[in-house]
């Protein structure tokens, strides 16, 4: 399954990392995901990361601001957020691509 971490409050403007940990899985790693909502809204893609981690794919909304990248020996993705923006305010989810496997989400809330 899938552990977020990392979330949290900051000033707009300000940075936070979250972490997405894959526990329990014997497979080969697989491309990973970050999506987020907000209340009332659908949830919406905001990075992905190749299986080996050659490939990388943002939003528009984040592109130049977020980066995501992946350690395998860890198990671990992480996404990279500087220059926040209230608007990023959601709660933050973790996703194995193309599957409905999904982490428990974190809560990301910029003041402005």
């Known amino acids: 399954h899938l552990v977020e971490s990392g979330g949290g409050l900051v000033q707009d403007g300000g940075s936070l990392t979250l972490s997405c940990e894959a526990s329990?899985?014997?497979?080969?790693?697989?491309?990973m995901a970050w999506f987020r909502q907000t209340l009332g809204k659908e949830r919406e893609f905001v990075a992905a990361?190749?299986?080996?981690?050659?490939?990388?794919y943002y939003a528009d909304s984040v592109k130049g601001r977020f980066t995501l990248s992946r350690d395998d020996a860890r198990n671990t993705a992480s996404l990279l957020m500087n220059s926040l923006k209230p608007e990023d305010t959601a709660v933050y989810f973790c996703?194995?691509?193309?599957?409905?496997?999904w982490g428990q989400g974190t809560q990301v809330t910029v003041s402005s």
């Open positions: 329990g899985y014997t497979s080969n790693p697989f491309s």
């Open positions: 996703n194995q691509w193309g599957t409905e496997v």
């Open positions: 990361i190749s299986a080996r981690g050659s490939l990388t």
